[in-house]
């Protein structure tokens, strides 16, 4: 405990998620005193919010956090359970210090390092890793105010299954694997409609008898980084995994088109100026993050967060478990080690700058 009464630990990990954890091993390992704030009052919490059917598009194999393979049969996709379970076990068998119910709402350069403000208490830490997650924020583009409340608006987070949603048709907004997991759930009881804004690339999930991600392992490409000329290339790109337009239409009997862009009522109006009336809607139109809480010199004049795999220029102010923070593993269950175990030598390495000189007495004549 300082003597201002605020309690101090070496280092203090924001967000318990799967990134969380992760550091929090190796955190574990080195010794450390440190301590993991979780804002939600249950372990996993952003898996917890995913629809009950989601199946995972990464294997068993490929799912491991460090230091405890992903339990079952290596070769099959777990479901959103499996991974809550999976995480909380984690959490408790490697006695991390997670503090759950304990949202962070302000982290501030400090004498000493960081001042990481919460509700009702305050820590210091010499070093602190934000660990908030790459999908923060639920993002519903602004149309959905023009529809009318007859209209039964959810995002992808708040749907849980076919059950959420009255009776009649509904229209699925985003091309993304969420919007086909959840168009192709809903097709088995009713009308579904798909609008995709902007396609991705088509990845089958099993070639000759492999996964994906075991090609992605065996090619290197999992590994390539956001420096090399081809991590550039697909981190431009967002990948559809299992699923194709084609399939969709023809073995779920689902209607695809465009990107939706205006809306009256009950009728959305899509790009190529089509129209359609809905029931409903499962906006599956993504996420944003949300940095503001941090008062640090670490963003560009655009608001970008800048960093060199989650190294801020912040002395012992980091970032884990960003989207394509180093490789398209980043922010994957089974690849997000790996720039832990970065974070975490930064940490055992770091030393905290010489305290500024104190300045002399100006001189007044
Ligand atoms: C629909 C969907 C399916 C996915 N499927 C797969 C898959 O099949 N395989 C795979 O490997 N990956 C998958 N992912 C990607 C990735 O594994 C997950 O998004 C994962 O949840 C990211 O983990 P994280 O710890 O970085 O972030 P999160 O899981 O989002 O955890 C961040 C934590 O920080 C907490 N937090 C946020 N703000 C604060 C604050 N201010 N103070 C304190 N705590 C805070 C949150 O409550 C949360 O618990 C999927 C993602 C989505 C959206």
């Known amino acids: 405990m300082m003597d201002n009464g605020v309690k101090r630990h070496d280092v203090i990990v924001v967000g318990g998620g799967q990134a969380g954890l992760a550091i929090g091993y190796f955190l574990a390992q080195q010794g450390r005193d440190f301590t993991i704030l979780e804002a939600a009052a249950e372990p996993a919490a952003a898996w917890r919010e995913r629809w009950d059917s989601l199946k995972l598009f990464t294997p068993a194999r490929y799912n491991a956090l460090p230091g405890r393979a992903f339990p079952g049969d290596p070769d099959t996709y777990p479901n959103r359970d499996d991974v809550v379970a999976y995480l909380t076990d984690y959490a408790r068998d490697f006695n991390l210090p997670v503090e759950l119910a ?17 509700d009702d208490r305050a820590y210091e830490a010499d070093q602190v890793v934000v660990a908030t997650g790459p999908f923060q924020i639920p993002f519903v583009p602004a149309i959905a105010d023009q529809l009318g409340d007859e209209v039964v608006q959810l995002h992808s987070t708040t749907y849980r299954s076919p059950h959420s949603l009255p009776e009649g048709r509904v229209l699925v907004v985003g091309g993304g694997n969420t919007g086909f997991q959840i168009a192709e759930e809903l097709a088995a009881s009713r009308e579904v409609h798909l609008s995709i804004g902007s396609r991705q690339t088509p990845l089958p999930q099993r070639i000759l008898g492999r ?29 559809l995994i299992g699923s194709t337009p084609r399939r969709l239409r023809r073995k779920h009997g689902a209607v695809l088109h465009g990107r939706a862009v205006s809306a009256v009522g009950s009728t959305v109006r899509f790009g190529d100026g089509t129209e359609l009336e809905v029931d409903g809607v499962v906006w599956a139109t ?22 060199q795999r989650g190294v801020t220029e912040s002395p012992g102010l980091y970032f884990l478990g960003l989207s394509w923070q180093h490789t398209r593993g980043s922010a994957l269950l089974g690849w997000v080690k790996d720039d832990a175990e970065h974070i975490a030598n930064q940490i055992q390495t770091f030393s905290p700058p010489a305290p500024a000189e104190p300045r002399a007495p100006e001189h007044v004549a």
């Open 286 to 307: 993504g996420f944003k993050v949300d940095h503001s809480f941090i008062d640090a010199s670490i963003f560009d004049d655009a608001g970008r967060l800048v960093h």
């Open 211 to 239: 996964d994906l991600f075991w090609y992605l392992e065996a090619t290197g490409l999992i590994r390539k980084t956001t420096e090399s000329r081809i991590g550039r290339r697909l981190s431009g790109r967002d990948t």
């Open 102 to 118: 304990s949202r962070v709402r302000a982290i501030r350069k400090a004498d000493a390092g960081y001042l990481v403000e919460l």
